[in-house]
């Protein structure tokens, strides 16, 4: 069993596709019912996504072939193009060069970002003169970090470790920077900022996907949305409009194009935010525990499946003759054997060296093993 194979490719990029049809009608349709209840599915879905950045075949991993889908394209995916090089290796490649390069581009990014944002970061006697140092001691977040930058960016939080949260200069007042401040340290309770770089990996890895990137988008929206709820959840009816006006407020202020890992005002849907504020409070516990429940189940199944099964081209006596021309065959106990040595696996079929294993795999556990000085001596006799 191949470790990256066409199979273990493409059930992550179905996962993919399922995920982002999923958050779609999450939130398109769901009318605010999950939204109190996304942690759990952020969880189970970052596993998901933590699979997809390792599109490769477990030990653990159940490879089911037969299909007759699978068949045919492995008859053209693994067409060989040169003796040793087939068609799915010149994809692999090709996807491998340019998620290099994005993951690249994706690192100077952050470094171009830190190194904007360092000038503006606060010195320790600063805050404490400033009234962040007030409302960072009221969330127990005295030792987080602070940057007021010069420019109109949106209030944002940026770093996983040692997060920044950045504000621009002498335009939040001090009554929304309360509930500013609240929302994004809130981000970082919720561990959103981890979430944020899982999902920016995963476009990076999948940069040939076009539905990862409207998954990104999607649970950004979620993201702020269950932020919102949080944040709320402990407001009064009054203080839940001021919350409400203080993300309007904030809306209306013209940002530059500037982003970092979460921005307040980086989705713009602020009707559907300030419409689940209310309507979360007004559905039933119950109707909210038997939703959560069910979705759980759907996500779990999906991080199952792509956990332990993989689909791939069926390589047995009567797929043979249809791959004969890819390069493909079949290794039986019949025609094939394994022989130890030094350097580690030989493997022979029909008398012929095929090429050296540094471990047998799952699927020749049946190919008869035998000792490089029996061989030799049978050779001799």
């Not at 944020?196 to 476009?203: A, Q, R, S």
């Not at 929206?221 to 949080?230: G, K, P």
């Amino acid at each position: 069993m191949r470790l990256v194979s066409f199979g273990s490719l493409l059930i992550c990029f179905l996962s993919i596709i399922v995920l982002t049809i999923y958050m779609y009608l999450t939130l398109n349709r769901a009318k605010g019912i999950l939204i109190c209840y996304l942690k759990p599915i952020f969880v189970l879905s970052a596993i998901i996504m933590l699979r997809m950045l390792i599109p490769v075949n477990f030990p653990f991993t159940y490879s089911f072939r037969g299909a007759k889908i699978m068949n045919a394209v492995g008859n053209i995916v693994y067409i060989k193009i040169t003796e040793t090089v087939n068609i799915f290796d010149i994809m692999l490649g090709i996807w491998f060069i340019g998620a290099v390069i994005q993951i690249i581009r994706y690192i100077l990014k952050r470094k171009k970002v830190y190194t904007y944002i360092t000038p503006y970061i606060l010195s320790a006697e600063e805050v404490k003169e400033s009234e962040y140092y007030y409302l960072l001691n009221t969330y127990k977040q005295s030792k987080m970090q602070v940057a007021c930058v010069p420019e109109n960016v949106s209030p944002s939080i940026f770093g996983i470790f040692h997060p920044i949260i950045i504000f621009p200069q002498n335009i939040v007042s001090s009554k929304d920077l309360h509930f500013i401040l609240s929302h994004e340290i809130q981000h970082y309770r919720n561990f959103d900022l981890h979430l944020k770089v899982i999902l920016d990996l995963l476009v990076a890895v999948h940069w040939w996907n076009p539905f990862v990137y409207m998954l990104r988008k999607k649970y950004n929206s979620a993201i702020e949305f269950s932020n919102d709820y949080m944040v709320s959840r402990q407001l009064n009816e009054t203080e839940k409009i001021e919350y409400a006006e203080s993300l309007l407020n904030i809306a209306k202020i013209p940002f530059s194009d500037k982003s970092f890992d979460l921005s307040l005002v980086e989705n713009a849907n602020f009707k559907k935010r300030i419409s689940l504020l209310v309507e979360n409070a007004n559905v039933a516990n119950s109707r909210k525990m038997v939703t959560l429940i069910l979705n759980i189940m759907f996500i779990s199944i999906i991080m199952f499946i792509s956990l332990f099964f993989v689909p791939e081209a069926d390589y047995s006596k009567e797929a043979e003759e249809v791959f004969k021309e890819a390069g493909a065959f079949s290794i039986t106990p019949d025609n094939a054997y394994i022989v130890t040595a030094i350097d580690g696996y030989k493997l022979y079929m029909n008398g012929e060296f095929i090429g050296t294993m540094t471990s047998i795999p799952e699927d020749l556990k049946e190919v008869p093993i035998y000792e490089e000085k029996t061989i030799n001596q049978k050779s001799g006799d």
